[in-house]
């Protein structure tokens, strides 16, 4: 084998680490702005939930608030029923109870009304799955 060719064979090899060199650069420049971005992911994704958290706490304490509103005008309709009326108590707490029915069908029907519709597959597959935990399946 003649210097020229062996000579030749080197730098055949040198160009062929270069190019791997500098495609493993690019690779692992590629890699790392890939990791950045999912920590950025990462962290935004944790300040949703606390948000949405946060969010669900104020709802409950809401709702709560609200619960406390609706029995404290019950009260004060059982009242006036019984004082300004003049139903006796038996009467007044049965009607109390009817109404409640009433409103509570109506809710009821209008709120099934409202969730009836095509689901995507997905949506579907994730009630499925949380359905399953909560019961134990």
């Known amino acids: 084998m003649s210097e020229s060719s062996a000579n030749g064979s080197?730098?055949?090899?040198?160009?062929?680490?270069?190019?791997l060199e500098a495609a493993s650069r690019v690779t692992g420049l590629v890699t790392s702005v890939l990791d950045l971005h999912v920590r950025i992911a990462?962290?935004?994704?944790?300040?949703?939930?606390?948000?949405?958290?946060?969010?669900?706490?104020?709802?409950?304490?809401?709702?709560?608030?609200?619960?406390?509103a609706?029995?404290?005008?019950?009260?004060?309709?059982l009242l006036w029923w019984v004082m300004l009326k003049g139903w006796g108590w038996i009467q007044a707490a049965l009607g109390l109870a009817v109404l409640n029915l009433l409103l509570s069908g109506v809710l009821?029907?209008?709120?099934?009304?409202?969730?009836?519709?095509?689901?995507?597959p997905e949506t579907m597959a994730g009630i499925t799955?949380?359905?399953?935990?909560?019961?134990?399946?």
């Open 129 to 137: 799955k949380t359905t399953r935990a909560l019961v134990g399946r």
């Open 108 to 120: 009821l029907r209008i709120g099934g009304q409202l969730t009836r519709g095509p689901y995507l």
């Open 10 to 19: 080197g730098r055949e090899e040198r160009r062929r680490g270069l190019r």
């Open 42 to 68: 990462l962290k935004e994704a944790d300040r949703e939930k606390r948000r949405l958290v946060g969010g669900l706490a104020l709802l409950c304490g809401g709702l709560a608030a609200l619960l406390l």
């Open 70 to 77: 609706v029995l404290a005008g019950e009260l004060a309709l």
